[in-house]
DNA sequence: GTGACATTCAAACAATTGTTTCCAATCACG
DNA sequence: CGTGATTGGAAACAATTGTTTGAATGTCAC
């Protein structure tokens, strides 16, 4: 569909700062194109509409993210041959492929800037989008984590996945404007990779904790 | 300002459904009044512009909690005077008055989704609007915390405090969605409270979790 | 009733949106 | 070189946006 990667790449390039930067009702084509020095019909033509183009943005961190992580969790799975995969390895192999694919372009803010939006952006088409297409990735690593937390409800996991999902989304996607509270406030320079490995005995103990008293499921009913 | 409440409620109970349904810059103005069955120049006569709806929509609920958050505060430190104010009580304090506010209008679940937006939306004027208004709160609230945390380095409790909004913000901001998920998936039925009470012990072992290995500006033995 | 005021209403406003059109430039290839 | 398809760009498109206008309507004091 696209041969000339040069304008292609300049348009996803810009798009994917302006839709961190904004959100994508608030970025206009004509933001994109114009400060990606593209003409206007240029994103219709590439890409077909706005909203194949936000698709688009997403793909590119995606599809890499995806098949990184895939490979990763192979690996894994080969090394513990049959065996249980600690919760602590898992986490950190997530960990890991999230933080190495925006790495070739320093985007780890805008990458989860954008995980952020489209999780909030209640664009009904968005989590449609990334739920059928990159859904296997996240249903592979849940079953992984089942295994690694076998005393866990199944509803509890689920639940505390999410808790967990929030913590990271909500942190490094708001993290320009935390990290200048936290930079002037205690004067302590935060990179990336300081607050993963704040992150990590937090997470680890969620997942860990206690269970909640009276579950709901076993006796009453509403 | 406004002498007819019929008119400007009514405004702002369909406001604040639609910004929670489907953000602000996705909802327009005819979206509202069209809905709401009143004129589109109301929205302008009674609020001045958009703009001002959207706070208006965030004080109504702003307002009663911030009020009854700090007689909450009050009670509680009359209680303990001049002790130290457990961590378990200073949450089980803010959740309850999170959830008593709307609770009069049976709508817990467009509060958090306008919370949730406020963080995302980068709509910078709403954040700053927010942070001006309503931040002592926040602020008495997170030296109390400091107070019941002291092994805690200043920065650590920061960011810990900060993923636990994020998990809280997150979950219950995207609650419809992940309810769906949950109710096919496990069959169960969930409310806003079980949430809650799932949350309680997830957030507590969070801010107790172990420090992370090799603080950067700071000295750990062992 | 009359006057004064606040509110509602239909219409138009100017600005911006995503998308399309049409023509010139470019390129591959015989 | 010449031909034909592909890609670039300026302008126009139709639709929607937030906002404003000015007249009509309502409400209450006198």
Same mark, same amino acid.
Request: hydrophobic share 45%.
């Given at each position: 569909? !696209?041969?000339?990667?040069?304008?292609?790449?300049?348009?996803?390039?810009?798009?994917?700062?302006? *839709?961190? &930067?904004?959100?994508?009702?608030?970025? #206009?084509?004509?933001?994109?194109?114009?400060?990606?020095? +593209?003409? =206007?019909?240029?994103?219709?033509? @590439?890409?077909? #509409?706005?909203?194949?183009?936000?698709? %688009?943005? *997403?793909?590119?961190? =995606?599809?890499?993210?995806?098949?990184? *992580?895939?490979?990763?969790?192979? &690996?894994?799975?080969?090394?513990?041959?049959?065996?249980?995969?600690?919760?602590?390895?898992? =986490?950190?192999?997530? !960990?890991?492929? +999230?933080?190495?694919?925006?790495?070739?372009?320093? #985007? =780890?803010?805008?990458?989860?800037?954008?995980?952020?939006? %489209?999780?909030?952006?209640?664009?009904?088409?968005?989590?449609?989008?990334?739920?059928?297409?990159?859904?296997?990735?996240?249903?592979?690593?849940?079953?992984?984590?089942?295994?690694?937390?076998?005393?866990?409800?199944?509803?509890?996991?689920?639940?505390?996945?999410?808790?967990?999902?929030?913590?990271?989304? *909500?942190?490094? #996607?708001?993290?320009?404007?935390?990290?200048?509270?936290?930079?002037?406030?205690?004067?302590? @320079?935060?990179?990336?990779?300081?607050?993963?490995?704040?992150?990590?005995? +937090?997470?680890?103990? %969620?997942?860990?904790? /206690?269970?909640?008293?009276?579950? /709901?499921?076993?006796?009453?009913?509403?």
């Amino acid at each position: 569909m !696209a041969q000339q990667p040069d304008t292609v790449t300049r348009i996803l390039d810009t798009a994917e700062v302006l *839709f961190a &930067e904004r959100g994508f009702a608030e970025t #206009s084509l004509r933001n994109i194109t114009s400060k990606a020095k +593209v003409n =206007l019909a240029a994103v219709n033509y @590439h890409f077909g #509409s706005k909203k194949a183009l936000i698709q %688009a943005v *997403f793909a590119r961190y =995606l599809d890499p993210f995806t098949e990184r *992580f895939h490979t990763a969790l192979d &690996e894994l799975e080969a090394r513990h041959a049959g065996g249980v995969i600690p919760l602590e390895e898992l =986490l950190e192999t997530m !960990a890991r492929c +999230v933080l190495e694919v925006p790495a070739e372009r320093n #985007s =780890l803010k805008v990458f989860m800037r954008l995980l952020g939006l %489209a999780y909030s952006q209640a664009q009904g088409h968005l989590r449609r989008y990334i739920q059928e297409e990159y859904g296997s990735a996240f249903t592979r690593f849940t079953e992984l984590v089942r295994l690694a937390t076998p005393e866990l409800p199944d509803a509890e996991r689920f639940w505390r996945l999410h808790f967990m999902l929030g913590t990271v989304i *909500f942190t490094l #996607s708001g993290l320009d404007a935390l990290r200048d509270i936290a930079e002037q406030d205690y004067g302590e @320079h935060v990179g990336v990779r300081d607050l993963v490995r704040r992150l990590r005995p +937090v997470v680890v103990a %969620a997942m860990n904790a /206690p269970l909640p008293e009276s579950l /709901p499921s076993q006796r009453e009913a509403g």
